[in-house]
């Protein structure tokens, strides 16, 4: 399911509300708008079972995890905000089938989850499946799609991790709102500031024709880590929307996977459509 950010609906409510006092419930009915239906096994790649982990708060939530074969790492997954662990799983089913493993988290209030989304929240829920995935051993690397490429940074900079990936992610959770809105928005999701203390390998995935999250806000992610020095790239995928095909991701992977054992970033690592651009940089190695 494609990650919906729904501010043009926000905006309306804060127009029509005026100058009285805002809750903060309809706003973020607004960013997390979450599927009811709980989650199910039906149409995806065998091995996926389902898993409970508990948060710090007492929640136990129900996710999605498929192990990874001997020697492959495990992708702890966090999904868009209008999606779910389980389109997670389907979206790196090309991923899965290569041995990788997925931990597909779910946040609370999603999916028949207890409790109500929040930055705090998913915090929380970030940790306790984060919790999980390691105990599966082997390296770890977190995997945020939009919303969830805040929940991922946000995760880096309380916990350990062996790679960070952000695929459509933006600079700042209020960047994605109009200008009358972005005062309203309760949740920060500041990513730029996370990439500035940094300290795991990065890799930035970005569609040049994301309708979602600009492409420009990649950019000024990719900005962002050069002037950290972080260790990684980003790739640019010429004619991709929000969400790139799970081939695409698999190749990135695979990609990612060859940068960090030799540190080289060769023209020949990604398919054409994929522009490889390491931090610092501001032109592909493959044009």
Known sequence: MRCRFHFAALCFVLLCIGARPVAAGPIRDRIYP??????SLSGLPAGATLIEVRTADGLVLKGIARPARPGRPTLLVFHGNGSSAADAMTWLHAVAEQGWGIVAAEYRGYSAN?????ETGLAADADAFHAFARAQGGPLWVVGHSLG??????????????AVITVGTFTRLRAMAPKLARSFVPDAYDNKAAIAVLDEPYFLVHGTHDATVPVAQGEALH??????????????VIGADHKPAGAQMLAILSAATRILADGQYGADL??????????????????
């Open 34 to 39: 979450a599927p009811t239906a709980p989650l």
């Open 114 to 118: 207890p409790g109500t989304p929040s």
């Open 149 to 162: 490429g805040g929940v991922a940074l946000a995760l880096s900079r309380r916990q350990r991790l062996d």
């Open 223 to 236: 900005g962002a880590a050069g002037a950290a020095k972080a260790r990684g790239a980003s790739f640019v």
């Open 270 to 287: 990604v398919p054409t459509e994929i522009k490889l651009v390491p931090f610092g940089q501001k032109q592909p190695v493959n044009p």
